[in-house]
């Protein structure tokens, strides 16, 4: 679709992990989303509700340990350990440290493939997450 691909000046390898997550957190989401709708009709409260699953940190913490991980190129590993180490400011009640941090990580890495225009591999990835 035109205007959504990534319109970067910087190099995202330069970019903090936290703002590789801000961005993976949306990519990630939209992904969720699209593939939800694309499953079929129905009320948007079960879209919803279905989504929420996708996007716990628990659920992004073990996709990414148990699936993802050992799939990973050493530089997508690398990408994923920074975003993992970075220091958040708070972790939402409803988490634990570790999920909270697995999950950054895989935002982290969702956003450093998007700003690289690495598209084909994001949905290659997203694949793997859905048919787990």
Known sequence: ???????????????????LA????????????QYLVGKGNCPVKKLHSRAVEY????????????????LLSPQEQAVCLRG??????????NASVADYHGATALEA???????????E???????LVVES
């Open 121 to 127: 591999r994001i949905r290659e990835l997203f694949l």
């Open 109 to 119: 890495l969702f956003g450093w493939l998007y700003l690289k225009g690495e598209l």
């Open 22 to 33: 801000f961005v993976g957190d949306g990519v990630y989401e939209l992904l969720v989303r």
């Open 55 to 70: 996007v716990r940190c628990e659920t992004q913490a073990r996709l990414l340990s148990e699936k993802l991980f050992p």
């Open 84 to 93: 993992r180490n970075a220091h958040v400011g708070h972790v939402p009640k």
């Open 1 to 19: 679709m035109p205007g959504l691909e990534p319109q970067m000046r910087e190099d995202p390898n330069l970019l903090s992990p936290l703002t």
